[in-house]
Structure formats: C-alpha cells, structure tokens
C-alpha cells in the first residue's frame, strides 16, 4: 500500500498502511486529531487506511495535520502520492493492460 494524500481546503484525505486494519492506531490518531483546533470531522476507514479529516481552514491548515500525521509516524511525505499522480498511474495500467489485446 502506498502513501496517498489530496488536499482542498477544509478536507484533507490521508491514505497510510499504518491505519489500514489497526483499529488502535486508528483510536490513538483519531484522538490526536481530536485535540487540534479548527477538526470538524473526522472518518477513518480500516479497510483502506484512509483518513478523511474536514476542517476549518481559518483555524487549521492541511500543513498542519500532515505534520501531525509525520511526526507521529503514521505518514512519510516523501513516499505519498497525489491526486494527480494516482491517476497518472491507473491510467497507465489501464493503458498497458489495454495494449496487450491490440
């Protein structure tokens, strides 16, 4: 599983195989989260390890619960894949997949 993260302001997704299938560390981020001014919402999903966090973007920025994330150790930014480069990828495996019948 690879590191994943998309940001607009006030909803930051986070994927990180450290919360995928760990219901503890998802308890001991979701509270960490919870400490930080400006989190309206957060949802954890243990089946992927992603974490979708709204948040006032005048009390909080996507900076910040990324540092948070990293300095806990549950998130590498130099291993994360944006949006774009998500896609970027699965097009090109549907490409190559595609090729093999032309």
């Known amino acids: ?3 994943y993260i998309h940001d607009v302001p ?3 997704r986070i ?7 760990n219901e503890d560390t998802a308890g001991r981020l979701e509270g960490l989260l919870r400490q930080m001014a400006g989190i309206n919402n957060i949802d954890i ?7 979708l966090v709204k948040y006032d973007p005048a009390m909080a920025s996507g900076n910040d619960i990324v540092s948070l994330f990293t300095e ?4 590498d930014p130099s291993r994360a894949m944006t949006n774009d480069q998500y896609f970027n990828d ?13």
């Open 1 to 3: 599983m690879t590191y």
């Open 72 to 75: 806990e150790g549950y998130f």
């Open 45 to 51: 999903n243990l089946m992927t390890g992603s974490c």
């Open 10 to 12: 006030g909803r930051l």
């Open 90 to 102: 699965a097009a090109s495996k549907v490409i190559n997949f595609l090729s093999a019948f032309i």
């Open 15 to 21: 994927r990180t195989p450290h919360v995928k299938n």
